[in-house]
């Protein structure tokens, strides 16, 4: 493969891409210098590149462990699930949930990448917004089946009623579904978390 790349130039030479013998291209990897057609190129900040040598590079720079990977999602989804039952308790209107999501999920994504010192894997991103996402509808519904539940205790206290009902679980689902701006914020965090990890410094 690496043959030709010294051969000199005629300057009508045809040259095809590496991985598909049957595509004319005279794009080449800046790098290892292989010929590459524009489904194979891949733009980086230091010029078109081919996949392999993308590979390489991000086999270097992804350096998580799976107990990174653990620990990722676990930090998310209890810092998420905190905000979510603090949130949720306060009921907050739409527009303050918006103003606070971002500053909420910037801290959230930079206690996540602390805990894990910084190093990153491939699933790294998606694993901390699916993190964010569980942790935030779990403490987000148990705050509201507690917040039901003790409604339903006082009413039946009340009546002087001793066996209080429990609360349908599918009530208390919709009624996390309708918390749209609780929601917005679990998705706002969800997103910086996973942006967090996609930048590369
Ligand atoms: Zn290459
Ligand atoms: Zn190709």
Known sequence: MTDFVNEPTTGEEITYCAVHPDRETGLRCNKCGRYMCAQCAVQTPVGYRCRECVRQHDDKFFNATQNDYILL???????TGLVAVVMSAI???LLFIILLGLPIGGAISEAVVRAVKKRRGRQSGIIAAS????????????QTYLTLQGRISEAAAARGIENVPAIP????????????????????VAFAVYSRFKMRI
């Open 73 to 79: 999602f676990a930090v998310s989804a209890g810092l």
């Open 169 to 188: 679980l599918d009530a208390v689902f919709n009624s996390l579904l309708s918390n749209w701006s609780l929601l917005i914020l679990i998705a706002i």
């Open 91 to 93: 009921r907050l209107p």
């Open 131 to 142: 993190g964010a996402v569980i942790g935030g509808l779990v403490g987000a519904g148990l």
